[in-house]
């Protein structure tokens, strides 16, 4: 049983909670003997998936890359949105209401970095 976290704001991802999972891995081409490097598994949590996708571009050619991946998912289907509202309507909730703002908003993009 593995436990995961979004590697961006550190949330526990449990078995069966809705995430983004990113599996990468790298291996050596025309050069023997081949190799190939262990495969690894970064998850991020539905709210970051999204505010990473409505984000900003991030810094470098490997972070790029994933971003392309996420704004794929994350613009195909609505249902990765729903789950981040969910998620973020739940943190709203314990907050104190200000009773002036009824507008919400995405966090703020932090920056994304492996
Ligand atoms: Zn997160």
């Not at 971003?67 to 309507?89: C, K, Y």
Request: charged share 15%; aromatic share 6%; proline share 8%.
């Amino acid at each position: 049983m593995e436990h995961m976290h979004c590697l961006r704001c550190n949330r526990e991802i449990g078995v069966g909670q809705k995430s983004v999972a990113l599996y990468m891995f790298a291996q050596t081409v025309g050069v023997r003997p081949r190799q190939k490097s262990a495969a690894h598994r970064i998850s991020f949590c539905p709210q970051c998936a999204v505010s990473l996708a409505m984000g900003p571009p991030p810094e470098g050619a490997l972070n790029m890359a994933a971003w392309d991946m996420i704004r794929d998912l994350v613009g195909s289907d609505p249902a990765l949105n729903q789950a981040a509202w969910e998620t973020l309507s739940g943190v709203v909730g314990l907050l104190p209401a200000t009773g002036t703002d009824g507008t919400r908003s995405v966090p703020s993009p932090g920056s994304f970095e492996f």
